[in-house]
């Protein structure tokens, strides 16, 4: 059974920093793409951060532009668990965040991705 368990999220204050896990288990992901996506009440789940397997052996990230240079992506344990290190956040990273895995390339299509966590709440005060 796969499972993809996220932890980390909470309140914090702008300004502050969180770091997400997300634990996948019951098959191995480690050329699966993984990455995090989130949404915010009223809102759709948009893609934030996302690792991909690339044929040199190594990941590659991608990252939307309102993170870029503040949230970064990260993976260990053989590539099954995946790290979304998130500094300076802003009120507008308020959201459930997203843990999802898939055999894609599209990687920003959410409805491309096979596997979702049960996400964590993001909460950012100003």
């Known amino acids: 059974q796969v499972q993809l368990v996220e932890s980390g999220g909470g309140l914090v204050q702008a300004g502050a920093s969180l770091r997400l896990s997300c634990a996948a288990s019951?098959?191995?992901?480690?050329?699966?793409?993984m990455g995090w996506f989130r949404q915010a009440p009223g809102k759709e789940r948009d893609v934030v951060a996302v690792?991909?397997?690339?044929?040199?052996?190594?990941?590659?990230?991608y990252y939307a532009n309102s993170v870029k240079g503040r949230f970064t992506i990260s993976r260990a344990n053989a590539g099954n668990t995946i790290y979304l290190q998130m500094n300076s956040l802003k009120p507008e990273d308020t959201a459930v965040y997203y843990c999802?895995?898939?055999?894609?390339?599209?990687?920003?299509?959410?409805?491309?991705?096979?596997?979702w966590g049960q996400g964590t709440q993001v909460t950012v005060s100003s």
């Open positions: 999802a895995a898939g055999r894609l390339t599209d990687y920003y299509l959410r409805e491309k991705y096979d596997y």
């Open positions: 019951g098959r191995t992901f480690s050329m699966y793409t």
């Open positions: 690792t991909t397997w690339s044929s040199g052996k190594t990941y590659n990230a």
